[in-house]
Each structure stands twice: as C-alpha cells, then as structure tokens.
C-alpha cells in the first residue's frame, strides 16, 4: 500500500496577513521529501524506510494525550515566534503588535514547547521574552527547555562581579561579542538615565571584575586536568585569550564602556536572578528535558552516560542534576556530561551515543528523541540514530542565522504532534506539510 497524506491535516493559518513567510497548503508524506525531509548516521546500512521500519517494531509509540506543538532556535527574533505560531494553528494573529493575537481552539488544547535558544543572533531578546510569557498569559501551557545559548548567557552574566574563582572567572568574557547586543538592550531598557551609573566603580575596577585575572591562565589547566584533555585546555585558552583581546573594542564599538557593561551585568543579575525581577520566571520555569509518552524532548540530544541516568533514575533525576550542577557547580556543569544534553551535534568530538545507550532508552520506553541545535535547510528533518528516530526541529528561524544561509526574513516553523498518531513537520522553508504516520510507513509496500 502506498502512502499519502491527508491535506486536512494541514493546520488553518489565522491572521497570516500579519506575518511574512509563505505557508505550505498541502500535506506530504514525510518520507517523500527524501534528502530534503531524512537522514541516516553511519551505522545504519540498509535503506532508510527499512531502517525506520526497524526502528518502528520495537514497541507500540506512546503519544501525547493533548497537542503539542515543539519550537525551537528563536534566537531572539520575534517575528519568527510569532509566525511560527501561526503556523500551528494555535493562535490567531488580530494586529501587528506582540499582544494582537488570540489562542484558537486548537491552540487552547495544545501544549507550546520551546526547545531552547531563546538567547542570542536576533534583533531583541527581551521583547522575545515579553511574547513569551503574553503567550502564556493568555491561557496557554508553555514549557521552556534548556538551550546551550541560554545556559551560557546565565552563567556567563551571573560570574561578573563574583568573587575570583579560576573555574568561574572567564564565564563572562568567554561569551564574546555576542553577549553585546543583550547588553544594550539591558541598558536601555533599565539604565539610560543619569544615574545609572551611580554606584558604579571605575574603569580599572570594573574590569578587573569582568575579565579573569592573569593567574587564571596558570590556575586553570590544573583545574580542567581533571575533565578534560591537553589538547581541549589549551584550544580554551587560546580562545579566552582572543576574546579578552576584542571585548572591550566590541563593546566600545556598540557604544558602552566597561562601566556600562558592568552596570548593565548587575542589572541583568537582578532582573533574571532575584525573585522579584521582571524575568526571574525564565530561569526559574526553565527545565532540561520533557519526556511525554514515547518521545523525550530536549534541546541537544543525548549520550550514552545521560540514557544511563534516564534508564537507572529516571528523567526528573536528569532535571535536578541539571538545576544543581547549573546553581551550585557551574564548571562542573559546563565541562561535564550533563551540558551534552544541550550542546551535542553528534559529531565526532561530541560524546557518543551508541547502540547500547539506544537499547538503555527503549527499555525505559523511549522511541524518539524530538530536538533542536542543528540548524536544518528545508524545515525538520527525521534522523536515524544507532536505530533511533530523532525528530530535528530546528528550521533555521532567525533572520541572523538565515542570512549566513542565503534566506531571507525571518522564517516559521512548527513540529505538531497529534494524540491520534501523527507528526507534522511545518516550515516555511518547504513546499508540504510532512506528515510522519507510523501505521502508513509500516504498512507500506517494500
């Protein structure tokens, strides 16, 4: 039997004059998309549907009991937030402005889940931030994932002003330039009147307490020896070094000075920190991985160790290993096993994981892993790991990421997974809807 797809699946596009990308109108089967939609690592040698079919047989998936509908890698680009969210159907757009919208049907069922990388690359991550949390306030569920981007912005702001401490003290400069814009927008947001420097020390102190100091270089190797290679330390080392030798020119260039920076460090601290800020919610509803029927979201993707732990303890014990080590022992955190969860592409030099972290997951019910961090051309792609299916949901949506590629604007895209059994992958990037039916693949003609 051959496959097809159903175009009323596809989702009903409400107050799409209100958003720039084009939107596919007819559905697909994943699998026809071929190179465009699939992919395979080397360990898989037959061909992909076979490959799938596999992986398919080992138990029956578990699906979500509501809708949910999986975004990730905004990088601070709004406009691709919102258009995304057309894109699922869960919202209506009413107007140009971030709070002209409202939820569908649909989208009053359905579970929003952010996959990580709201930090970084866009035009403002805070008026980001602020859709965010309207979204939520209008009555939606909203979940926010850990992405790699903003555990580093967390970590790298909340070390200024610390005291020295060689396994902390180069957090800070470590972000490089990318840290600039978010510091512009902190001050002009909270500190562009004429005291908002009082209080602020000079020059000479506030560097002193952004950047590491010179015993770092001597102190740090004999720290990482213990977490890392050789080779790793000093390729850190050399790239502190670069960093430290720009920043203050990058900052200069943006129009602040190292006081300005300081200032606006310790502004960020109080507002995303302190229990009384204006988005000390981010952090504190932030969580590593979401496990919901027989799919485990998460920014990244996992290794052998991590599928240890979820296998032996189970995904909430993930989740506070990730919240303690992040709190209490950020180099820990950083260098170890648990930051591959948001940083792994799966290379070479990501740790691995293998066949029998795969057999580990699927006896703890696992059959899928739904993800971004690996920007992708032509919306999702579905990719087989060691045999297990990994949904790669980031669409290339920021304008900044998309210009690197040769797209234009800003781009929409949306991962639904439907409690009756299927998967649709949504980007403006590609011409159908990708349907993902596992009863259809299974039963298709070899």
């Known amino acids: 039997m051959s496959q097809s797809a159903d175009n009323n699946l596809v989702p009903r596009y409400r107050g799409r004059q209100w958003i720039a990308p084009d939107l596919p109108e007819k559905a697909q089967p994943w699998l026809a998309g071929k190179s465009a939609s699939v992919g395979k690592d080397r360990s898989n040698h037959s061909g992909f549907e076979k490959e799938l079919k596999k992986a398919l047989s080992h138990g029956k998936l578990k699906w979500p009991k509501k809708p949910l509908c999986f975004i990730s890698d905004l990088h601070a680009d709004t ?22 919208f409202k939820l569908t049907r649909f989208g009053r069922q359905a579970r929003f889940m952010i996959g990580g990388d709201c930090f970084d690359k866009g035009p403002s991550t805070l008026r980001l931030l602020d859709s965010v949390r309207h979204l939520s306030k209008s009555g939606a569920r909203v979940d926010i994932l850990a992405g790699n981007h903003d555990i580093r912005m967390m970590l790298g702001i909340s070390a200024a002003g610390r005291d020295r401490d060689p396994s902390t003290e180069h957090f800070f400069v470590r972000m490089g330039p990318k840290v600039v814009p978010f510091l512009q927008e902190i001050h002009q947001r909270y500190l562009d009147g004429h005291h908002a420097l009082k209080g602020i020390p000079g020059k000479a102190e506030c560097r002193r307490r952004l950047f590491p100091g010179n015993r770092w270089f001597d102190e740090f190797p004999l720290l990482a020896g213990w977490v890392m290679p050789d080779q790793t330390i000093e390729r850190e080392m050399k790239r502190l070094r670069a960093k430290m030798e720009r920043f203050e020119d990058d900052c200069e260039a943006a129009g602040l000075s190292l006081r300005m920076v300081y200032a606006a ?77 948001i940083r792994t592409k799966y290379r070479d030099v990501d740790q691995p994981l293998t ?3 795969v057999k580990l997951l699927r006896r703890d019910g696992i059959q899928a892993i739904v993800h ?21 949901c980031d669409s290339s949506l920021d304008r900044a990421t998309r210009k690197k590629e040769g797209l234009h604007g800003y781009g929409a895209a949306a991962t639904l997974f439907h409690p009756y059994g299927q998967v649709l992958g949504i980007s403006s990037d590609y011409p159908y809807v990708k349907v993902f039916d596992p009863k259809s693949i299974l039963h298709s003609a070899h």
């Open 265 to 341: 460090a310790l502004e960020w601290q109080r507002q995303f920190l302190r229990p009384k800020g204006e988005f000390h919610w981010f952090f504190r509803d932030m969580t590593l991985a979401r496990r919901i029927g027989s799919f485990l979201f998460i920014h990244a993707g996992l290794d052998d160790r991590s599928a240890r732990i979820l296998h032996d303890q189970g995904i909430q014990h993930l989740n506070r290993l990730f919240r303690d080590q992040v709190k209490r022992d950020p180099f820990d955190f950083y260098y170890g096993p648990i930051a591959n969860t």
């Open 372 to 392: 971004g961090h690996r920007n992708l051309l032509n919306g999702q792609h579905l990719m087989l790991r060691r045999g297990m299916i990994h949904f790669e």
């Open 79 to 100: 406009d691709a937030f919102w258009a995304s969210l057309v894109a699922s159907g869960g919202i209506k757009k009413t107007g140009p402005g971030d709070r002209d």
């Open 355 to 357: 066949r029998h972290g």
